[in-house]
């Protein structure tokens, strides 16, 4: 039980379809992340929320868009995703914008 | 972007034997961590430092944050089966302490 939960798990999409990711954190923290994981390669930074306020969108293409509606929740909504879009997407949280973060267990996504 | 240049990529070791890895940076950083991601999971947090030459231990892991400033190192001594997975340093730099960068990964393997 790492405190941060991320469903689904996994999740297959067409390039044409629309579907969310949800992260909810247990822990009290203020900030939240989503993170993007191919292999091989470090994990990318996409967005920062930090006290609900989006602080950080690492020219992230617009088919992905971040909502937080509270510090406890973040979603993550997909379109028109691409191919090369299949990753693992990591939701993490952290006590206050800049600290060490802890992370979800990750949603599966493969693009068809 | 800051680049973190981990090493090695991978490691095939023999269990009981001692593993070392490390990070280095091209910029001067203020904090150092040390993640460990097993098949399925999220990274978790294993060690942060904070301090140049500073030395922390968790169990049969120690690490240190190096006098440069500009590397970090992770020793585990006597391992066993389940340190498998792939271990992560991430830095945050003097010059945006709200920023972690992550290196591309340890790949370790312990032959029972």
């Known amino acids: ?112 | 972007g800051q680049q973190l240049n981990q090493s090695p990529q991978s490691m095939f070791i023999q269990e009981g034997e001692d593993v070392s890895m490390n990070c280095t940076s091209s910029s001067i950083f203020n904090t150092w961590l040390w993640y460990k991601q097993e098949p399925g999971e999220g990274p978790v947090l294993l060690i942060a430092l904070y301090k140049a030459g500073e030395l922390t231990s968790n169990g049969r892991l120690t690490a240190q944050f190096g006098i440069t400033r500009k590397d970090s190192f992770l020793n585990i001594s006597a391992s066993i089966p389940s340190d498998v997975g792939i271990y992560f340093c991430a830095g945050q730099p003097l010059y945006n302490f709200n920023k972690f960068y992550f290196g591309s990964g340890t790949k370790l393997n312990v032959k029972p």
């Not at chain 1, 992260?23 to 390669?41: D, F, I, P, R, T």
Request: charged share 20%; net charge neutral; hydrophobic share 30%.
């Open chain 1, 1 to 112: 039980e790492t405190g941060v939960t991320q469903t689904p798990r996994h999740l297959v999409m067409g390039m044409t379809n629309k579907k969310s990711l949800k992260c909810e954190q247990h822990l009290g923290h203020n900030a939240m992340y989503w993170y993007k994981q191919s292999a091989k390669k470090p994990l990318e930074l996409m967005f920062v929320y930090n006290f609900k306020e989006q602080t950080e969108n690492n020219s992230v293409p617009s088919r992905f868009s971040p909502e937080c509606p509270n510090s406890s929740h973040l979603f993550l909504h997909l379109h028109t995703l691409q191919p090369e879009d299949s990753a693992l997407y990591l939701c993490a949280s952290s006590q206050e914008w800049g600290q060490p973060q802890h992370f979800g267990d990750g949603t599966r996504l493969s693009i068809l």
